[in-house]
Structure formats: structure tokens, C-alpha cells
């Protein structure tokens, strides 16, 4: 059972949009900034969105991220096959302990 | 290039001890957190607990505190993770992450190292 809550599956057509929801409290996502990670099959997680809304250079503007109260999204516009991944949200709940969403799987049909 | 380099891949028996490794490199090591996270097969992330390389403060989630040990050693800028005795249910793959000093993201992963445990 993971701190935070995601959807467990999202799926949607080339070139659509989606939006993946992470719920949480205000012991962590309510008074932290909230990142987001895109996990590609066999590979290591990789920072997507970071202080909510921020992109790490590298990463397109197609990602965006942003949070109200205790909850978080990650939207990605005009999809790609090469999208196709798991999305985990994270964020702390104490100042050293990470808490992380159970992990979205994103197929692009 | 900041990088996170894990040590290979392990194959041990339970009841057997285990040290795995993170090195640091392109970055001041001692600069950043250091944090394990556990994968276990086909499930999600979970969090170990985390060392700051400068002066070796250390974190450990409650699930995880007494399991594990997380140490490193800032003069070849490299982390450990390590178990005195291995179960069957640590079979997983492990990643090493850097959390920026002032930061709140886990900005750079390490490729990862896979332990099997099995009789």
C-alpha cells in the first residue's frame, strides 16, 4: 500500500492527452513540492517534473506538472508510443523520507 | 556528466550478507544525498533511507531501519547499501539516487543493481 495514490492504469491515442492524478496529505504532498518520475520498461526511473512544475532541461514541454492542496497531476500532450511507461509521483513526509504513488502504467493505444 | 554507477548483479543464498555499491561521479559527492530505493518485481518504489557522504548523517525508513545498513565512503565517492543476513523477500532490484543538499526532487538515478535471493 503506497503513502500516495495513483490511478493504477491511464490510456489514451497518439497525439491525445492525458493526465495522471497522485493524492496524498498534508503531511507530505500539502506541504512539500511534489516530482514526478517516468520509468520506462527495464530502466531506471528518470526526473520528469520536479518543484511541482518544473522540467529538467532535456525534458520537452509536452510534461507538465502541477499540484493544488494534497493533490498533484502530470499531463503529457501529443503522445507518443515512446511515451508508453510507469509515472510515479513523489514527494516527502519528513524532511529526509521520501514517499512515492504506487506507480501509473500509461499504454498509448 | 553526473553519473551514479551500481555494482553488478547478485545471486546469493538466504541467511548470507551482501554489500552493494554507488559511485558518485561528475558532481562534489560529498554535496549530495545519497538515497536506496527498493523495487521489488512488478511493484512500485519504495524508500530505504538516505546518507549525506559529507559527514556520513544517515536516514532509514522504519520499514527498512535494522534491516539494512547504508553507509559510504566520500574519499572514492561511493555509497553502500548492505545486509548481514539475506531473506528470500529482499530479492528486488535496488537504486541508488542523488537528492540535491537544498533540494526536494531525487534529480539523478543509478542504473540499478539486481539482488536474487535463492535456496
Known amino acids: 500500500q503506497s503513502v500516495l495514490t495513483q490511478p493504477p492504469s491511464v490510456s489514451a491515442a497518439p497525439g491525445q492527452k492525458v493526465t495522471i492524478s497522485c493524492s496524498g496529505s498534508?503531511?507530505?504532498?500539502?506541504?512539500?513540492?511534489v516530482s514526478w518520475y517516468q520509468q520506462l520498461p527495464g530502466t531506471a526511473p528518470k526526473l520528469l517534473i520536479y518543484?511541482?512544475?518544473k522540467r529538467p532541461s532535456g525534458i520537452p514541454d509536452r510534461f507538465s506538472g502541477s499540484k493544488s492542496g494534497t493533490s498533484a497531476t502530470l499531463g503529457i500532450t501529443g503522445l507518443q508510443t515512446g511515451d508508453e511507461a510507469d509515472y510515479y509521483c513523489g514527494t516527502w513526509d519528513s524532511s529526509l523520507s521520501a514517499v512515492f504513488g504506487g506507480g501509473t502504467q500509461l499504454t498509448v493505444l | 556528466e553526473v553519473q551514479l554507477v551500481q555494482s553488478g548483479a547478485e545471486v546469493k543464498k538466504p541467511g548470507e550478507s551482501l554489500k552493494i555499491s554507488c559511485k558518485g561521479s561528475g558532481y562534489s559527492f560529498t554535496s549530495y544525498w545519497i538515497g536506496w530505493v527498493r523495487q521489488m518485481p512488478g511493484k512500485g518504489l519504495e524508500w530505504m533511507g538516505i546518507i549525506y557522504p559529507g559527514d556520513s548523517d544517515t536516514t532509514y525508513s522504519p520499514s527498512f531501519q535494522g534491516q539494512v545498513t547504508i553507509s559510504a565512503d566520500k574519499s572514492i565517492s561511493t555509497a553502500y547499501l548492505q545486509w548481514s543476513s539475506l531473506k528470500a523477500s529482499d530479492t528486488a532490484m535496488y537504486y541508488c539516487?542523488?537528492?540535491?543538499?537544498?533540494?526536494?526532487?531525487?534529480?539523478?538515478w543509478g542504473q540499478g543493481t539486481l539482488v536474487t535471493v535463492s535456496s
Open positions: 539516487a542523488r537528492r540535491p543538499a537544498y533540494g526536494d526532487t531525487i534529480d539523478y
Open positions: 498534508s503531511s507530505n504532498i500539502g506541504n512539500n513540492f
Open positions: 518543484d511541482n512544475n
